[in-house]
């Protein structure tokens, strides 16, 4: 299934050995451009936090880089406007626009995103290990 990922559920499969990193790899995942910028600002944060080794951190961000697609700001620039009307958190408007450009569903732990707009379809780390 093609999906768009929010960085919620990969600061998840970050911190910790979870359903999040079993399935990161069965799906053809997307995410706007911007999304590893935040994680390299809070790659030290992060780190931290996590109950991985250095190491296996390293590793799990380096597969993240290779198998998520990353979308240019001008490719969703043209649904940017639209997501930004249904979208119940400005944070969550490049994530919609991608959906909504790509014609496929999030992949977000956020209850507001996929309770507050009913354009996209919201899946949550839960339901995606439910189906696999």
Excluded at 36 to 41: A, N, T
Excluded at 75 to 95: H, T
Excluded at 103 to 126: A, G, H, M, P
């Amino acid at each position: 299934m093609d999906l768009v990922i929010d960085s919620n559920v990969l600061f998840a499969a970050l911190l910790k050995e979870s359903g999040t990193s079993d399935i990161l790899f069965k799906h053809k995942l997307y995410a706007p451009e911007f999304i590893f910028e935040e994680f390299r600002k809070y790659k030290d944060y992060l780190e931290g936090k996590t109950k991985r080794n250095e190491e296996n951190f390293n590793d799990l961000f380096d597969l993240f880089e290779r198998n998520v697609m990353l979308m240019p700001k001008k490719e969703i620039e043209p649904f940017i406007e639209k997501a930004e009307k249904i979208s119940p958190d400005p944070k969550d408007v490049p994530y919609l626009a991608l959906a909504l450009k790509l014609r496929c569903n999030l992949w977000s732990n956020d209850r507001d995103l996929k309770e507050k707009q009913n354009t996209i379809r919201v899946y949550s780390t839960e339901e995606l290990v439910k189906m696999d």
